[in-house]
């Protein structure tokens, strides 16, 4: 079994992609909370958190009780959010319930199906009410792909050039992309696999699993959009 996330998701990957601004952070967070009333939630789940901060903006904004599923420990020693619970999202970490879980931040599909799939049966054990993920749009990729992509990131103040090649296996029905970090001379590569799946793959594990009233909305940047090939993202939301 490929386990690339368990090297690819270090400090490196959270302080070149993962300093998200206030104003992104709000902005998703006003994005999730119009989708739910909210008077009804007084608890939330965020599985795969990454450093918790949007659950934690939720949580203080709404004074509600809030925990995060997360596996890499760079992530956990950067944590906002304070109850975070260090673990694999595939196997059951807790019996406790909530009203709201998400799975945000394109943390969906590292996994062969098998394994997908116990993370989504995993969501349905902890909520009580509302589920809500957030991940890429097949359709989108294979329209818009690039085989090759050179860009830049900084941090403190110095740069780092990432070079992304891109190959989509239609065989197995995934995204394998190669990370090459240079920075002062350095070199260091990462392998890394998403299974695509399309809206009707996911709608169909949701409701295999017991989800409800499964619906599927387009989503680009902070906003909702229709559900077409233009849509970067898809947004699932669905009930208990």
Not at 6 to 32: A, C, G, H, P
Not at 57 to 78: H, L, M, Q, T, V
Not at 135 to 159: D, G
């Amino acid at each position: 079994m490929n386990e690339w996330h368990k090297k690819f998701f270090n400090e490196l990957y959270l302080n070149l992609f993962m300093k998200r601004t206030q104003d992104m952070i709000d902005k998703e967070v006003s994005l999730i909370t119009s989708l739910f009333p909210m008077e009804e939630i007084q608890s939330i789940m965020d599985v795969c958190c990454g450093i918790g901060d949007l659950t934690n903006e939720i949580s203080n904004r709404y004074r509600i009780r809030a925990c995060g599923i997360e596996y890499s420990e760079d992530y956990i020693k950067n944590k906002v959010l304070k109850n975070i619970i260090h673990g694999d999202a595939r196997e059951s970490q807790t019996e406790e319930k909530f009203d709201l879980v998400l799975n945000w931040w394109s943390s969906f599909s590292y996994f062969n199906t098998t394994d997908n799939y116990k993370i989504l049966e995993n969501c349905y054990k902890y909520t009580n009410k509302y589920f809500i993920l957030e991940t890429a749009n097949v359709f989108n990729i294979v329209r818009f792909f690039e085989p090759n992509i050179q860009y830049s990131k900084q941090f403190n103040n110095e740069v780092y050039q990432i070079d992304r090649i891109s190959n989509i296996n239609l065989v197995e029905n995934k995204l394998e992309q190669k990370f090459v970090f240079h920075h002062n001379g350095i070199t260091s590569e990462y392998d890394t696999e998403s299974y695509l799946y399309t809206p009707k793959d996911m709608q169909e594990m949701l409701y295999n699993i017991g989800f409800k009233k499964v619906q599927i909305l387009g989503k680009k940047e902070n906003e909702l959009m229709h559900l077409s090939l233009n849509a970067p993202r898809i947004l699932i939301k669905a009930e208990k």
